[in-house]
């Protein structure tokens, strides 16, 4: 079960389609937890309440639901429309082999985070997210460029207060950047290793060579910097490497990893797909280690725990 | 926990409406299995299905979802709309010191069997039940006589193989019963008390006077009949009879049990006070005999196991 968690438009439903694609549409519940809000938009207008605040979303039936996902349940999850801000009549979701859920909150209560095999955490520079917001607001959401400005500003005192704190519970942190006179199919990617995953040996492969990829360490954590320019050719040879250590699942292979959508345009990123293979490698490993009987302690949540006392 | 469990137009919602008003409706959260339907009216027209089929329902959800309210969790809870026959936004049910499960199939899976502390079956003779569902159906839910009694028709099979079957796993059989002559506000009642659950002592209060109440053993059962035209002073000895071991909840009288709408009329039968009454009792000493670290035990479950082999 993978938890894929960041402010709005911080980049969660591409990352997520992404997966699906790579890990087969057949074997993927995704879940939303956007659709999990209490109020539709009018109310909220009229309430002042942003989506962000929890009291604003059904933390609780969330909470029940990615349980009830995680024991292999099948949920009746209630349907938020963007379109308008209105909720439809709920849909029936399966619990398929492998579970995405990704969210404004998904990270919020212990009970959440404790349903998950891997949680990421998308960072953005701020920046960069109010350009994707207002890009996406105002084409797929029907708002002004001027209503989304003042949205986020509004937004604001809750990103701070609920959705960045979530940030220390991710155990991959990803962060796209974008690089002057660059277009948006080659951001830079920053991606923090945590520990309490085993992650892939990738310092057999990236050790300095002049094509800009990063291994370094920060603290308890590696940190991945991928230049949005790396080619093709040896991103390829990152991602063979990480293969390898998935041999029980070459059938999964499909070389789709990396695309998206710019405008109508489908384009592809090696830093988007070495990302989100490190992603589908932990989806992967957290499988075969359940089914090979493993606990999944997670050590991370103490070392928090610990940590904030 | 109460269930109450009858085929379409039984008189669940008439039993339920009484026992929510005895019980306090802040104290009560009532759920219709109905809204659990898969598919809205036009694609049930089109699959050539039956609300009743278990098939047309999400059983599994129900149970989660009756297995949520029995442990104190809320469930977000599906809406069908009888008006149009289509659903709409799912609605937040908390869980309450009583809750009154009322529906179709509530007794069709074990799992939901054995959320319940008292289990209701209505079991009106058919020819009531569908001159009520023509009354119901043709001036609250907009269809026509003709339709209603081609509906009946085709829900016949279905009737037989899924909602008549639940009656073996009621501690309360309840039946109304048409007297020629006399208007529905006094309908006869014959209530099948089975074992399993310590009805309240009647034996002391009913003993062959002239007034029609009587109380004779059917095998394992008690049954009790309850004359429509029981004048409300005999009626009010039985009730306080059955009050006098409620003495813990004397709080929660109300004296606005047998109540019910006819036409747009409201009325009271004394038969519908105490058939109320006994189920009020057994949710009230449930929730005494939780409360007093009961076990809950359903000796009754078991018998009916042994004799189905």
Redesign the interface.
Known sequence: MIGIVGDSAAGKTTITRGLVRALGEDNVAAVCTDD?H?YDRNQRAEMKITPLHPDCN?V??MG?HLQ?LRAN????K?VYQHSDG?????V?VEPRRFTIIEGLLAFHTQEMRDTFDIRIYLAPPEELRRKWKVSRDTTKRGYTTDKVLAELDRREHDSAAFIRPQKQYADLVIAFQPVEGRDQSQLDALITLHPGLAHPNLAEVINGDSDGLELRRDGECDVLFVPGELDRERGEEIEEHIWKSLHFAQHLRSGRLGEFTLGTELRRSEALALTQLLIFYHALTARASVALGGSGTREQDKIIAESNG
């Open positions: 999990y209490k059904y609780d039936i029940q009830d349940r099948a949920i009746l209630p209105t909720f439809g009549p709920p029936y």
